[in-house]
């Protein structure tokens, strides 16, 4: 063994260098990357379209096939002469994947397996901001729970475990057993700044959360559900989402802007989300609009989000119903807006006067945006999307009234249609990348045992 070189141990048994393992990692997931982005492709194909040598993504196909990541689909014919050629897919169908939301009103889920089909989506009303850190990390992992048992149970039919089977062999009892679902990851989106790295939540203003261990909070709370937990602001994740399958999919140079009480922002530049040095960046709805305007849940006076936030809509429209009045059940924010959409169909002039000020105010706020990034499209969320017949006409002209650069900026604002679960989607999403980043971490392939040798007598 040459001096300083590490060697790592393969599946088959074999010892090789750990640049190997890393190299074959590498081409594990550009062989995936492929399947998820093309479809199905034969191995001729995948070796012509990535680069690889044929041999090289028979041996990786191999490796796939054994986990069960891709599967055959049958054979295609290449043109009228030449052999067949078998076609592999993306699988993935017993590799669960979770994304929540907890937000000022609500949880979120959506849970999928690996190749994206939804098995799991809902939100739950629950009053965050005035629960208390604990509970609601209590309910966000009640909620957790309660959705990796759906997931669980989502796949249990290949394998013919019942319920029963699936309670008394668990999650990772269940994959070993060669059916079912395994969750193999967990992304959780939250309204505040996040320190990606550590799951930690350093400030969520709106939920009264400072320095809130979240990601190790959340494992212990799910006890034997090993699965990595990833956390993330919401609006970058939802921006996420927007950039890979919304209204404005592949626009290089985009910002989105979350409908919620609390208004965040996540900014797409040259194809990247844009962190900035401590992964802080997006919190565009603490811009100071108004030195003399309301008080904001972070503290300050005057913040964007305290003119256009969800709060600020129902406060002016439905006064009578204002966020912090200790409501019981907690609205879900949907029907909250459903009720103000029906009164502004119906020509209700308190409602249409406050959709036009907060329209305004998305106008000014939208167009310090744009002359910071020159964005191509501003996507709205959340009930700025709802509402976007009525809103978007008076956020547009005061943007165009208020960009320096005006008509060459040339930004519009598009109303997203992901709805409310765009971060939930967006931190499904991410886990499905990290995933497809490293396909060994999802698990083992099956173990080959030895038959056994004679025995001398």
């Not at 190997?20 to 093309?38: C, E, G, I, K, Q």
């Not at 169908?93 to 939301?101: D, F, P, Q, R, S």
């Not at 261990?213 to 212990?220: K, Y």
Request: aromatic letters at 4%.
């Amino acid at each position: 063994m040459t001096q300083g070189q590490h060697f790592t141990r393969l599946a088959g048994g074999a010892a090789q260098p750990a640049g190997h393992a890393s190299l074959r990692r590498t081409n594990l997931s550009l062989v995936l990357r492929h399947l998820r982005d093309h479809g199905s492709s034969s191995r001729a194909d995948i070796a012509e379209a990535t680069g690889l040598h044929r041999a090289t993504v028979s041996n990786l196909m191999a490796e796939l096939l054994e986990r069960r990541l891709v599967r055959e689909v049958g054979i295609e014919h290449a043109g009228t002469v030449g052999r067949p050629r078998r076609a592999v897919a993306l699988d993935g169908a017993h590799v669960g994947v979770l994304g929540l939301e907890i937000n000022v009103d609500y949880v979120a889920v959506h849970g999928t397996d690996l190749g994206g089909r939804v098995l799991v989506e809902r939100r739950v009303g629950f009053d965050a901001m005035g629960s208390g850190t604990n509970h609601s990390l209590r309910e966000l992992g009640r909620v957790a729970r309660q959705a990796i048992d759906e997931l669980t149970r989502a796949g249990a039919g290949p394998s013919g475990l019942g319920p029963g089977d699936l309670a008394a062999a668990g999650a990772s009892g269940i994959a070993a057993a060669g059916g079912g679902i395994r969750v193999a990851g967990i992304g959780v989106a939250v309204p505040g700044l996040v320190d990606v790295g550590h799951g930690v939540v350093a400030l969520a203003p709106n939920l009264g959360w400072r320095d809130v261990s979240l990601a190790s909070r959340l494992s212990v709370a799910l006890g034997d559900v090993r699965a990595p937990v990833t956390v993330d602001n919401d609006a970058n994740l939802a921006a996420l989402a927007e950039y890979t399958s919304g209204v404005a999919a592949g626009t290089a140079d985009m910002v989105y802007l979350t409908g919620e009480v609390g208004v965040g922002g996540g900014i797409i530049v040259g194809g990247r989300l844009l962190r900035g040095a401590d992964g802080f960046s997006g919190e565009v709805g603490h811009m100071p609009v108004d030195p003399g305007g309301s008080r904001c849940g972070c503290g300050r006076s005057g913040c964007w989000e305290t003119k256009v936030g969800l709060a600020a809509l129902v406060r002016m429209a439905t006064p009578d119903q204002a966020y912090g009045m200790g409501t019981t059940p907690v609205p879900d924010p949907e029907e909250r807006v459903a009720e103000i959409a029906r009164g502004l169909a119906g020509g209700d002039p308190l409602m249409l006067a406050a959709v036009a000020e907060v329209g305004r105010w998305l106008g000014l706020g939208g167009s310090i945006l744009v002359n910071l990034f020159n964005p191509r499209v501003i996507v709205v969320g959340g009930y700025f999307a709802t509402l976007a017949r009525w809103l978007l006409p008076f956020a547009q002209a005061e943007l165009e009234d208020l960009v320096v650069a005006g008509p060459a900026a040339r930004c519009r604002f598009v109303a997203s249609d992901l709805g409310f679960g765009a971060a939930s989607l967006g931190a499904a999403n991410v886990v499905i990348n990290q995933l497809i980043d490293d396909p060994t971490a999802i698990g083992s392939p099956p173990v080959r045992l030895a038959a056994p040798q004679p025995t001398a007598t």
